[in-house]
């Protein structure tokens, strides 16, 4: 019997405002977001589902966890993928179905299934060894899945595994692999390249096919955080050529708040996005502050593709506007480690869903926990 989890959500507690001129202007480019003070109001998203896998859940005898990334299908059901690294477990991605009552504020999750990644050659990773980090996951033309790695950082380059985005077919083989700006690849991890452990978390796929990706932490090069609230990040969003898999732009998305990082990107269309932020380091037994933003990509939005260091390439940023921040406990529930996020099915009255999900690092005092707001927002959503 395939596992089948489900839970009822609190009462939601917030009044709703519909602004929808300030988000005409984000969709025109008229947000000036070069002043990160001035953060434009958004229309809200609103809690209908909560639930979660409990911890001990196995599926085929293999501990289910590590949720980093989650993508729906065209049919209706969704792709999970499992940030393990191969410590004693294959990397694995997994098929689910996800339903919703939002009148009496349910959802249920069902694991129908899991898939081992494999090699070009279509020979498992193993599993006593860090190979690759899955984080991220986007379901691509027929039943290919394109998903991202954070890699291995060692100061052996024999040793080192770069950060990767690859396609792969429906049994998990690697097809081909993505061509990387040098921003999301590791080079010395102290002054120049990615961050260890903090590169792709976050992927799109537009609705002309065009992959996105932005880092989890900016290159060192670009400027680190310093801990303070008060610190603006330069993170970089770039396109890819689905076809060649190569870079076509990128673009300056800037995060306020130096503990923030970037955990996971959805694409509403090629010039707008949904992203999670959330802080880290993180205390799992009290939660986890993260937010939901609305960016764009505006007409005086500048490239950086060609730039080397932000420091020093003077750049227009993308759009930004926080639809909604969550403290460690939201609603009467603690928040956990948001890093997936998906379109759900749209509403009777009209309101698209979102379905967001937290990666419990496969510790007890995490779960694995999902939860689903309704936008009231037509002119940005996506029909089914």
């Avoid at 390439?313 to 529930?333: F, I, S």
Wanted: proline content about 7%.
């Amino acid at each position: 019997m395939r596992p089948d989890f489900g839970h009822e959500a609190g009462e939601q507690m917030m009044t709703r405002k519909t602004i929808r001129g300030v988000v005409a202007m984000l969709a025109a480019g008229f947000v000036q977001a070069s002043s990160m003070a001035e953060q434009a109001k958004a229309p809200e998203l609103t809690l209908i589902g909560m639930t979660a896998i409990p911890h001990d859940t196995r599926l085929q005898g293999i501990a289910v966890g590590g949720l980093s990334g989650l993508d729906r299908l065209p049919g209706g059901d969704y792709l999970a993928i499992s940030d393990d690294k191969g410590d004693g477990r294959p990397p694995r991605f997994y098929r689910l179905s996800i339903t919703l009552d939002p009148v009496r504020h349910r959802m249920r999750v069902r694991l129908n299934g899991q898939v081992s990644l494999r090699d070009a050659h279509g020979t498992p990773f193993p599993t006593d060894r860090s190979v690759v980090d899955p984080e991220a996951i986007r379901h691509a033309r027929g039943n290919n899945v394109y998903w991202s790695s954070e890699g291995t950082w060692s100061a052996d380059p024999a040793r080192r595994v770069q950060p990767a985005i690859y396609e792969s077919d429906a049994t998990g083989r690697i097809l081909r692999r993505f061509s990387l700006p040098a921003a999301y690849l590791y080079d010395d991890n102290r002054t120049l390249g990615a961050v260890s452990n903090g590169v792709i978390e976050g992927l799109a796929v537009g609705p002309q096919g065009t992959v996105y990706a932005i880092n989890e932490a900016p290159a060192y090069q670009d400027g680190q955080a310093d801990g303070e609230s008060n610190t603006v990040m330069r993170h970089r969003l770039t396109s890819f050529d689905p076809k060649s898999g190569k870079p076509l732009h990128q673009y300056l998305y800037e995060v306020p708040g130096g503990r923030y990082s970037v955990s996971e990107l959805l694409a509403i269309d090629d010039r707008h996005f949904l992203s999670i932020e959330r802080i880290l380091p993180f205390d799992a037994r009290k939660g986890v502050m993260a937010r939901i933003v609305l960016s764009g990509i505006a007409d005086r939005t500048t490239d950086i593709l060609s730039c080397p260091a932000l420091t020093s390439c003077p750049a227009a940023p993308m759009t930004r506007a926080v639809l909604l921040d969550l403290p460690e406990r939201y609603q009467g529930r603690k928040i956990d480690n948001l890093e997936g996020m998906a379109w759900g099915p749209r509403l009777r009255d009209g309101r698209r869903t979102l379905i967001v999900e937290a990666d419990d690092n496969f510790s007890k005092a995490e779960e694995s926990q999902f939860l689903a707001f309704a936008w009231r927002n037509p002119m940005f959503g996506p029909g089914d």
